[in-house]
């Protein structure tokens, strides 16, 4: 291949395996014989990620590796990864070889025939039973939500050329969900499926609160449906009020029926009093994002790096 190729792995904790996720890419390297660019971004690990990339770094001189200063969290290492990369194929597989460096081949060879994009499709995925539910309900909940199309079942694991890299790059965005931005941007895409594998030991840095956090992302950078969602409900308790009320006053004078009605009222009061809260969260939900744009704050810090 003549093209210069950056694959990218963001890597936390993953100290006990590195070397052979570093094995299964050079073997691969060999094999198709890349020009090869790997962006290793270590996420504030708490173990010895760094020190394994350093090691890795003096047997393998294509490694370019970047210590961010924190955990700031799977996509921005990955958007950090990209902003530093410079290959005319750029690939993007995760550290756990869930993503094997063995299907980037046929995944290029979508960008030979002219595609722009080549994502993965989850065909099956290797968790249990409620992950899987909860990932499938999340992608169909955001794609009726979205605004723009983003395909059900397909996470940050793709291959690009590099235009489209430099236009994702051009979205400035403080929480970015970068499977989003890589939809936005359009360009010619194509989706291949594949069964991803399972994992190869230790456990996910992904816990239950960076999945929501993930899923928020998603959900408010790219649908406004959340907003229109407290009109709809507004429309629904404004009508009900009414007609309520309509009926109480024509029983009260027509009928002779008395309103008593204290745990009526009291359930009433309750429903939507919640309401109201639940409609100005989802507004702060906004006006937060809005916040962080706002402030400008650079969005990571790179403590180290090296051969960058």
Request: glycine share 8%; aromatic share 12%; charged share 20%.
């Amino acid at each position: 291949m003549n093209n210069k190729v950056s694959i990218l792995v963001p890597v936390y904790n993953s100290a006990a395996f590195v070397d052979k996720l570093l094995l299964a890419i050079d073997t691969q390297c060999k094999i198709s014989k890349w020009n090869l660019e790997l962006i290793l971004v270590d996420d504030g690990s708490r173990d010895n990620s760094f020190g394994k990339i350093e090691e890795l770094a003096l047997r393998y001189p294509y490694i370019k590796g970047l210590k961010l200063s924190k955990n700031f969290g799977h996509q921005i290492a990955v958007k950090t990864a990209l902003t530093h990369c410079t290959g005319d194929y750029v690939a993007i597989i995760d550290d756990d070889l869930q993503d094997p460096p063995s299907l980037l081949p046929s995944f290029f060879e979508y960008l030979d025939k002219g595609y722009d994009v080549a994502y993965g499709v989850r065909k099956k995925r290797k968790e249990s039973l409620i992950k899987r539910i909860s990932y499938s309900a999340f992608y169909r909940i955001l794609k009726g939500m979205s605004d723009i199309h983003i395909p059900i079942d397909s996470g940050d694991f793709c291959v690009m050329k590099k235009h489209v890299v430099e236009n994702m790059l051009k979205l400035q965005e403080q929480n970015p969900f970068l499977r989003g931005i890589r939809a936005w941007v359009g360009f010619k895409q194509i989706g291949v499926e594949y069964e991803r594998s399972a994992r190869l030991q230790g456990e996910s840095g992904y816990t239950l609160k960076k999945l929501l956090k993930i899923a928020l992302d998603g959900i408010f950078s790219f649908s406004s449906a959340p907003i229109r969602l407290i009109t709809i409900l507004g429309v629904v308790g404004f009508a009900f009020a009414t007609i309520y009320s309509i009926a109480t006053i024509y029983g009260y004078f027509f009928y002779g029926i008395e309103t008593k009605g204290f745990a009526t009222l009291a359930i009433l009061i309750s429903f939507f009093s919640s309401l109201i809260l639940i409609c100005l969260g989802l507004i702060g939900e906004y006006i937060v994002r809005i916040y962080d744009e706002v402030r400008n704050r650079p969005y990571v810090v790179i403590e180290k790096t090296i051969n960058v």
